[in-house]
């Protein structure tokens, strides 16, 4: 039976892709380690050569996305904090945990964010083409 979905990626599909990315090794071919420590995404992937950082500006968009979920949460935890224990709300608390949570998940989602913004820009926005594994093009 043909497959009646195509895929983006360099034979890859979007969900391959999406499991490699979420176990923070690189989306098309799988290569591993691409991040030195946890805030250092490579600039290429040591298995396929792929340039992470696609054009100047690429990482906006995980930044965006890493806010988004921080302030998500935060405003799940403060309105649920506040429906769950109304009328006596510990203000004190629910504001001590909303700060850690703010300070806290944007470090523990960064190098996930890159990952699932990149996996979002193969799959749906920008496939991968011969220029971006190109050895001679060393940014
Ligand atoms: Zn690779």
Redesign the pocket.
Known sequence: MPPTWQPRGVGETRGTMLRRALRR???????KP?FDGWFGLRN???????SFEREEGYWVGAMIANIAVAEALFGLLFVGGILVTYPDVPWTRLGAAGVILMIGLPIAFYPLSKMLWLWLDLAYIHPVDADD?SANDRR
């Open positions: 090794r690189c989306p098309i071919c799988g290569a691409i290429r992937c040591p298995g396929c050569n792929f594994l």
